[in-house]
Structures are given as structure tokens and as C-alpha cells.
């Protein structure tokens, strides 16, 4: 069975400082991975995903995430934190050989920025 | 611009009732997929569409229907509202691996 585990339900960081969100998966096959961002009242908003092309995979506002096979990881990092990116993350994977695009999600990390 | 728009932003309905959530999506995608959202849990999927008149069921589906009549609608249906069902509600449009949510529908059953 496929499952994604958000390691962390909070994370706290200073502004100007790095960010880690962690995540790993289970997955029989490669799969596709994704982070989606999601803010206050907002909807949720693609950051980035791995495809099986490049393992380091840029997103958006400077997010970056390594897809590591051996270790099942699919961590989110920034080099510097910025206030605006307080929110809550979800990891997602969506099952290879699965052409019904299914996304699972994981449960979850709210990041908090202290100024 | 791509875009998915749910009916209602906020609900509140009565324990019993019948309820609809709607979805419209513009992008003419086959695979549309129904969410409900709860602290600590993420997203659980209800259901999910692959075509006009298709449908499967996810990780949560009692208590739930869905219908879809047309490639762009998809909606979501709660036979009798129980107050369990109290959630946020997200509806995704996908292609290519690439999800499109909408806003979100706050139900609240009371």
C-alpha cells in the first residue's frame, strides 16, 4: 500500500533562517511525488514535483525538495525562511502504474515564522 | 487560467438533510477526485471520477454519493448529514499527475 508520513506537524523557524519539512513515503513502484502549499483560507497551491526526471526538483518561491530512493525521502527545504511562508504543507504521492491519478496525502506540517 | 470552482464556501445544515456539494471545473479533465479535510489528517479521499458517469469509491466513502453527469461537474452528495461529517470539503481536477483544487467548502452540520 502506498502511504506518505509528514514527520512533523509543526515546524517553527526564524525568519531569514533555513526551513526543513520532512517527509517519506511508501511506494511499491517509483512514484510521483508532490508538496502542495496551502494558506489561511486559501486553496491549495502546487510547490513542486518529482516525475522521475531530475531527484532535485525546484519549485516555487525558492522551495526545493531531493528525492532520495534509498532512504524513501522526499524532504522540503528553502535556504531562508520568509514570512509570507507560514502555512501548512502536505506531502502527496500519487502511485505509479495508477492511471486514475490518485494523490495521497500526507497529514500534514504547519510552519510557523517568527519574526 | 486554470480553474476549479466549488458551489458554497461556508454551509450549515441540519442533522437529516440532504446535502449537495458542487463542483465545476473548465479544463476539460477526466479524473476528478473529492476530499475532505481534518486537522491532523490531512486530506482523505471520498471519491473519484474518471469519466462522465464514473465513479469509484476512496478511502471514506460511507455515508457519501457522487454524481457525475457531465465531463466538467462533479458533485458530492451526503444522503443524511450527520454531525461526523462536519469538515472542509476539497474538490481536484487532474491531469497529468497535476492536481487543480478548488477554494474549499466549509460544511458544518449541526
Known amino acids: 500500500a502506498q502511504s506518505v508520513t509528514q514527520l512533523d506537524s509543526h515546524v517553527s523557524v526564524s525568519e531569514g533562517t533555513p526551513v526543513l519539512l520532512r517527509c517519506n513515503y511508501s511506494?511499491?513502484?517509483?512514484?510521483?511525488l508532490f508538496w502542495y502549499v496551502q494558506h489561511p483560507n486559501k486553496g491549495l497551491q502546487l510547490l513542486l514535483k518529482y516525475t522521475s526526471a531530475a531527484t532535485l526538483v525546484k519549485g516555487i518561491n525558492g522551495f526545493e525538495a531531493e528525492f532520495k530512493k534509498s532512504e524513501t525521502s522526499f524532504h522540503l527545504t528553502k535556504p531562508s525562511a520568509h514570512m509570507s511562508d507560514a502555512a501548512e504543507y502536505f506531502c502527496?504521492?500519487?502511485?505509479?502504474?495508477?492511471?486514475?491519478?490518485?494523490?495521497?496525502f500526507g497529514s500534514g506540517t504547519r510552519l510557523l515564522v517568527r519574526p | 487560467d486554470v480553474k476549479v470552482t466549488q458551489s458554497s464556501r461556508y454551509l450549515v445544515k441540519r442533522t437529516g438533510e440532504k446535502v449537495f456539494l458542487e463542483c465545476v471545473q473548465d479544463m476539460d479533465h477526466e479524473n476528478m477526485f473529492w476530499y475532505r479535510q481534518d486537522p491532523g489528517l490531512g486530506l482523505r479521499l471520498i471519491y473519484f471520477?474518471?469519466?462522465?458517469?464514473?465513479?469509484e469509491k476512496g478511502d471514506i466513502p460511507e455515508g457519501y454519493s457522487v454524481s457525475r453527469e457531465k465531463k466538467e461537474r462533479f458533485s458530492l452528495i451526503l444522503e443524511s448529514a450527520s454531525t461526523n461529517q462536519t469538515s472542509m470539503y476539497l474538490c481536484a481536477s487532474v491531469m497529468n499527475t497535476e492536481a487543480f483544487f478548488g477554494q474549499g467548502t466549509r460544511l458544518t452540520v449541526v
Open positions: 502527496v504521492v500519487s502511485p505509479a502504474m495508477d492511471s486514475s491519478y490518485k494523490l495521497i
Open positions: 471520477s474518471y469519466d462522465v458517469k464514473m465513479k
Open positions: 511506494s511499491s513502484y517509483s512514484p510521483s
